[in-house]
């Protein structure tokens, strides 16, 4: 993997160079367009628009045997949600290596409607089955809510169930199936862009709306990702024995639910082009989100047990992480109501 310098371009611009060789072989001249995906928090995936390269529904990829697998998958997982309808990895210099095959066949199994057409030594081809509508659009929706609120409402019994790597493997599932089910829908809400019937199936009249329904759908992805992270924690320390204090769970119910409400309505009140929250909600989502939680933080401070102590202290942490997430998921619903009357 090649390492490049950023270098600051007037007072708030940062460039990178892009390799000789790959200018080269893409036709790139001064002035033409290149296109960016973001792809997770630290990767940036970059295209050039020339038909020798990729085309909007293909795309091709040389690569060398010592490519990180990670690398493969990063690729492949930016092509699908960008709308690749068929990829193409070409190991150009020898055969594949086994991790990188085990990886991308993990990765087309985590992609809704794609299959491997090809698998040689050297060549791994893959194509999309699964055509957009608003109908498949909703039901991911729908189910990629409801396994947001389901993985939320776990984090009382994480903490206070001895069961806990049971309930730790049943999060690690529902994270496989909501990075699924994200990966899907933003799919179709990208390909919306470039298609106006398409767009109007899915009941989002501008590409304002495409934007907003992303974010809302990356925060819940990335909150599912902290439910996660918490049963990580519990799981690390499970030695430490459940937490049994009646006034820390039922103030962690209370709150809990109180997200899951919030979630809920946002959600279905962004995409039906009516948010339902009160006035005062949007106060309720910054009061959530810098609560100081009274009853964890005095548990923690007089837990005797280092690691059960280390462990609240995390856990509270991810928790406001997911009240901040559900703050923005309800300003952008909010903001889109107002903006539609």
């Not at 950023?6 to 940062?14: C, D, F, L, P």
């Not at 519990?234 to 962690?252: A, I, K, R, T, Y």
């Not at 609560?291 to 548990?299: C, R």
């Not at 102590?309 to 856990?315: A, H, I, K, Y």
């Amino acid at each position: 993997m090649e390492k490049r310098k950023a270098h600051r371009v007037g007072r708030s611009s940062t460039a990178v160079t892009l390799p000789y060789e790959w200018v080269l072989r893409n036709g790139i001249s001064p002035g033409d367009e290149l296109q960016l995906l973001e792809s997770g928090s630290d990767t940036l995936i970059l295209t050039s628009s020339k038909d020798n390269a990729i085309t909007n529904n293909k795309k091709s990829f040389d690569v060398h045997s010592n490519t990180p697998a990670e690398h493969l998958e990063r690729l492949l997982i930016g092509t699908y949600i960008v709308g690749a309808n068929d990829v193409l990895f070409n190991c150009t210099d020898a055969p594949f290596s086994a991790s990188q095959l085990e990886v991308l066949n993990e990765s087309v199994g985590r992609l809704t409607g794609f299959l491997v057409t090809e698998q040689t030594s050297q060549l791994f081809s893959i194509h999309n089955y699964l055509e957009p509508t608003g109908t498949l659009f909703s039901e991911h929706l729908n189910q990629l809510l409801s396994t947001t609120i389901r993985m939320v409402k776990m984090v009382p019994n994480l903490l206070s169930n001895s069961k806990t790597s049971e309930l730790c493997r049943v999060i690690s599932t529902l994270g496989n199936q909501s990075d699924m089910l994200y990966y899907l829908i933003v799919r179709i809400l990208l390909k919306s862009l470039s298609n106006r019937k398409l767009m109007a199936d899915l009941g989002i009249d501008s590409p304002q709306e495409v934007v907003g329904g992303r974010l809302i759908t990356k925060s819940l992805e990335e909150i599912c990702d902290r439910i996660e992270s918490i049963g990580s924690l519990v799981e690390e320390s499970d030695n430490g024995g459940p937490v049994d204090n009646e006034e820390l769970n039922e103030h962690l119910n209370k709150k809990i639910n109180h997200i899951c409400e919030l979630i809920n309505v946002s959600v279905e009140g962004y995409f039906s082009g009516s948010v339902l929250l009160p006035n005062s909600a949007l106060q309720e989502l910054y009061d959530l989100e810098r609560s100081k939680d009274k009853p964890l933080l005095a548990y923690i401070k007089n837990e005797k047990n280092a690691e059960v102590s280390r462990m609240l202290t995390g856990v509270r942490s991810l928790v406001q992480e997911v009240g901040r997430l559900t703050r923005a998921i309800g300003e952008v619903a909010m903001n889109n109501s107002l903006r539609r009357t």
